[in-house]
C-alpha cells in the first residue's frame, strides 16, 4: 500500500508540476473549442462567442493539483492585477476551467466552492461536465489537455494562440498575450 501511495504522488508531481512545460498535442494556432460546462461559479455562463472581441485567457486546473496551486492559480492572480486596465476596459477575460479527470468524488462543486473563497478567485470557473461513465471531462477532451495545469490564450476571433501543458517560460507567454492585447 504504501508504495502504491508513493507511485501515485510521484506520478501526480511528475504530471503537475509546474517545471514540466509542454507544448500542446494539438496544432497551435487552431480554432478555439467552446466549452461544455456543467456549473458556474462567480458569475453567468460565458460562452466563446459571448467573450468574441477578447483575448481569453484558459487556465484548466484542479483543486488539489500541485502545480496548480503552486504555478498557474498565482500566475493568474499576477496577470489579473498586471492587466488589470485591459480586463476593465472589456479587452481580456479570464477563464478557468475546473477540470477534474481523477478524484471525482473529493473535487466536487461544493469543496470548489470553499475553494475559490479560500484563494480569493473572483474570476469567472466552470466545472467541465462530465458524460456518465467517462472520467475525463468534455472540455478537456475537445481542448485535447494534457493534464492540469495548463493554460490556451485565445485571441479576438476565437483562434487559439497559445496552449501549454504544465509550467512554461512566463516571460515568453506575456508577450504572446501582450502581443495579442496589441500592448
Not at 461559479?41 to 488539489?64: P, S
Not at 474570476?123 to 472540455?139: F, I, S
Amino acid at each position: 500500500m504504501r508504495l502504491l501511495i508513493s507511485t501515485f504522488l510521484l506520478l501526480a508531481v511528475c504530471f503537475t508540476h509546474p517545471a514540466l512545460s509542454k507544448p500542446s498535442h494539438m496544432p497551435v494556432p487552431r480554432p478555439a473549442p467552446d466549452w461544455i460546462i456543467s456549473e458556474w461559479i462567480n458569475g453567468d455562463a460565458k460562452t466563446l462567442e459571448d467573450l468574441r472581441g477578447k483575448v481569453v485567457i484558459v487556465d484548466f486546473f484542479q483543486l488539489w493539483c500541485p502545480g496548480c496551486n503552486a504555478f498557474s492559480i498565482p500566475l493568474l492572480k499576477r496577470w489579473e492585477q498586471v492587466f488589470a486596465p485591459e480586463i476593465e476596459a472589456g479587452k481580456l477575460a479570464v477563464i478557468s476551467i475546473h477540470t477534474v479527470f481523477e478524484g471525482h468524488d473529493y473535487q466536487n462543486p461544493n469543496k470548489l466552492k470553499k475553494f475559490l473563497k479560500r484563494k480569493k478567485i473572483h474570476h469567472l470557473v466552470g466545472v467541465d461536465r462530465h458524460r456518465a461513465g467517462e472520467r475525463v471531462p468534455r472540455t478537456m477532451r475537445l481542448f485535447g489537455t494534457r493534464g492540469t495545469p495548463e493554460m490556451a490564450f485565445i485571441d479576438q476571433t476565437g483562434v487559439i494562440r497559445f496552449q501549454e501543458f504544465g509550467g512554461f517560460n512566463v516571460d515568453r507567454a506575456e508577450r504572446v498575450l501582450r502581443n495579442l492585447l496589441g500592448l
